[in-house]
Structure formats: structure tokens, C-alpha cells
């Protein structure tokens, strides 16, 4: 399959991220939540202070080569956080892969590219680590996630399910 053309905006550069961006990560992240709360309220729960202190050190402590931000002339506008994996399950056959475990854009940057050059970014390290194959998780109510991925190649491998045992 011919890999999606990623159309740049011309306004954001993707970037290493730096100690000093701790508070705007945050209050990016703050604001992709405050929608899936909206969005999921019987999944999510605001965040408390406590909350955004564990976060900023989380940010603090990441490998910057594994966590990018797109950044316009206005700050930052999205963010993505990867790590290298390698391990092993019993019956699964060995192969390293990167694990995208938060991938964030900024709601009024949505559709505009911001996502799709974060990907590019992190499908150009698996690449230069030798790695074919990139993962993620994706909530089943974000369309505006599951229509980028799908655009840019991604197939679903796995399917979580739940049951409230509340309801039934």
C-alpha cells in the first residue's frame, strides 16, 4: 500500500521536545482530556492538581528523542509520545515495534495536518531503528483519530471490549 502524502501546514515545525515545554504539554494534554470527558464521562474523571503535577513529571522523565511537539508561531498545537518495545509474549512471534501511547492535537488544529506530520515523524525513527511496524490504542468514539490512522495506513489488530456489570 502506497503511504498517505502528508500535507504540511505551513505554520507548524515538529520538534524534539524540551525541559521548558513541561506547561504547555500539560495544558495541551488538559485540553485533548477535558474533551474525552465530555466525550466519556463514565471513563474519565477530571484531572485534579495532583494529577497534572504526576503529568508534568512524566514529561519531564521522557527520552526527548521519543516525545515530539508541533509547534506554531502561537505555542505548541500537538504532541506524541513513543517508546521502543521489543518484548516477547509466549506464542506471539519476537518483533520490535514502537508503541505510540499518547498522541495529542490541539481540537481547533484537528484536520489540518498536525496529527499526520507527528506520525511521519515517529514512522521515520521506527525506520531509522530498522522497525516495521508501529501501535497504537484509539477510543472507538474518536472519529477524528480513527479517520487519521486509517487514512495513514493503520489497520485495527486487536479489539478491547468491555462490560458494565452494573447494566446488565
Known sequence: MEPPRVVTPESIRVRSAARHDGDALLA????????????????FEALTPQDEARMLR?????????????ESAQGLVGCVRFELRSAHKTGRRAR????IDLLVVAPKWQARGVGAMLL?????????????????????FNAAGLRLYEKMGYATTLRRMKLRLDRV
Open 58 to 70: 512524566e514529561f519531564a522523565q521522557v527520552d526527548a528523542s521519543q516525545l515530539f511537539v508541533a
Open 120 to 140: 511521519e515523524h515517529v514512522h521515520g525513527v521506527a525506520r531509522s531503528y530498522g522497525i516495521d511496524t508501529v501501535e497504537l490504542d484509539v477510543y472507538q
Open 96 to 99: 520490535p515495534r514502537v508503541y
Open 28 to 43: 495541551l494534554y488538559c485540553e485533548v482530556h477535558d474533551a474525552h470527558l465530555d466525550r466519556d464521562p463514565e471513563e
